[in-house]
């Protein structure tokens, strides 16, 4: 019967204990909870590249390869040679294209020392840039200054036609205006012999026939004077006509040149343009390096093959660029992000036992969302640097290259657990509060 009384003291003494204990643990997890800072930060997952992303390497009209002098892993330097592209098919055609510009350049010139009335031909001075393994040059020169001359001397031969035809009238002329001389001193006489006739049969000592047919006469001579009066009008009417025919042969030379002229530089346009884009993709045969870096994603490994447009032939990879982390931030932790920020770095690329995290700061925070085409995901992008010195803490073995993952720790601030604990529900109560 003693023994529950005699067990009462000890049960009270381990309640008391325990309670105490009790009340000490809540205490110091309460007071723990609220004094204590933990610090936050924002997990994304990213990786190294070149502060200049990787170069992509195309070629705006295509072509055949002629030859490949890079491979796979080549470091080159900015604007060293990396593919030559066949030039026949472009050489043929530029060929063909100055031929017909050295044509028309050609007869450019003749007809523009026609327009002129020139005594001989000024070749445009882009003719003889022509001069060279496409264009016979002196033979193309020489025909246009032997059509030059021929057409010169047949005009000519015309114009001295018309010349002596005006001659010949002159003549003709010379002929009439002697003849009317030759009549005026006719009817002078003749007047004379008829005022003597008129006295004498006045005075009854001539015969009226007499006096009539000299009358008869001068009557005749007139009309002869008369005609050859018309015949001096008409034979200068005909040579106005053959002046204005003279004329009308160097117009009518001139009109055609102009005329032809004017067909001609349009054609000379049309080709000088053609050429001009023929010289310019035969400068874009040779892809050259745009920056110097590593070859990366060879796309061609054949002679003779065909490249389109555009097509990405290869990646260099820039070696002369700063490193610098990139990464991909939910949406929802946007708006912890700030320049400046301080950053963890872990590369789990490393052996993490031995490979120490690197400090940095965010560097820049995309302006909008980007949206994975892939999963629909919304994320926006940040780039972080490594502080000054941070990399040299890797050790010599251990080299940061582009494309190594790495796990970006954005610091956001410390709170205590009890916010950590509390802050869903002061959330949940907000919305609920907000949705009422």
């Keep these: 019967m003693d023994t529950p009384s005699s067990n009462g003291p000890s049960f009270r003494g381990f309640a008391i204990a325990g309670f105490?204990?009790?009340v000490l643990l809540v205490g110091g997890l309460g007071g723990w909870s609220v004094s204590t800072q933990i610090s936050g930060a924002v997990i994304a997952q990213g990786s190294i590249q070149v502060e200049q992303n990787r170069q992509i390497?195309?070629?705006p009209d295509g072509g055949v390869v002629a030859q490949i002098l890079v491979g796979e892993g080549d470091r080159v330097s900015a604007e060293d040679v990396l593919i030559q592209l066949d030039d026949s098919e472009l050489l043929?055609?530029?060929?063909i294209i100055e031929s017909q510009l050295a044509e028309i350049l050609a007869r450019t010139s003749r007809f523009t020392a026609e327009r002129d009335e020139a005594q001989d031909i000024s070749f445009d001075p882009l003719l003889h840039m022509l001069n060279g393994s496409h264009v016979?040059?002196?033979e193309l020169i020489a025909g246009q200054e032997r059509l030059f001359q021929a057409r010169r001397v047949n005009l000519e031969a015309r114009v001295n036609r018309l010349k002596e035809r005006i001659s010949q009238i002159h003549s003709q002329i010379d002929g009439?205006?002697?003849q009317q001389e030759?009549?005026?001193d006719q009817l002078v006489l003749l007047q004379e012999e008829l005022v003597n006739q008129q006295n004498l049969l006045d005075q009854g000592l001539a015969q009226a026939g007499r006096v009539l047919a000299l009358q008869r006469e001068e009557a005749r001579l007139r009309g002869?004077?008369?005609a050859l009066t018309a015949q001096r009008s008409q034979a200068a009417g005909q040579i106005t006509e053959l002046e204005l025919e003279i004329l009308n042969q160097s117009s009518a030379r001139r009109e055609e040149a102009i005329t032809?002229?004017?067909?001609?530089q349009v054609r000379r346009l049309e080709l000088i343009e053609r050429r001009n884009i023929l010289m310019q993709r035969l400068s874009r045969l040779e892809l050259r390096a745009p920056v110097a870096g590593v070859v990366y994603d060879l796309a061609v490994f054949a002679r003779k093959s065909v490249i389109r447009p555009a097509d990405p032939l290869m990646f260099l990879v820039p070696q002369d660029q700063p490193l610098v982390i990139t990464a991909q931030i939910n949406t929802d932790d946007v708006d912890q992000i700030y320049l400046g920020q301080p950053v963890n770095l872990k590369f789990t690329s490393f052996n993490q036992r031995t490979t120490p995290s690197l400090f940095g700061e965010v560097s820049r925070v995309s302006a909008d969302a980007f949206q994975d085409q892939q999963t629909g995901r919304s994320y926006f992008e940040i780039e972080a640097r490594l502080n000054a010195g941070e990399a040299q803490r890797l050790g010599q073995d251990n080299v940061l290259v582009p494309g190594m993952p790495v796990e970006v720790f954005a610091e956001t601030g410390s709170q205590t657990p009890m916010d950590y604990l509390i802050q869903p529900f002061t959330d949940y109560l907000g919305r609920a509060f907000r949705e009422f």
């Design 20 to 22: 105490a204990f009790l």
């Design 57 to 59: 390497v195309q070629h």
């Design 92 to 95: 043929a055609e530029l060929q």
């Design 136 to 138: 016979e040059l002196p």
């Design 176 to 178: 009439i205006m002697a």
């Design 182 to 184: 030759s009549i005026d």
């Design 224 to 226: 002869q004077a008369g």
């Design 260 to 264: 032809t002229l004017r067909d001609l």
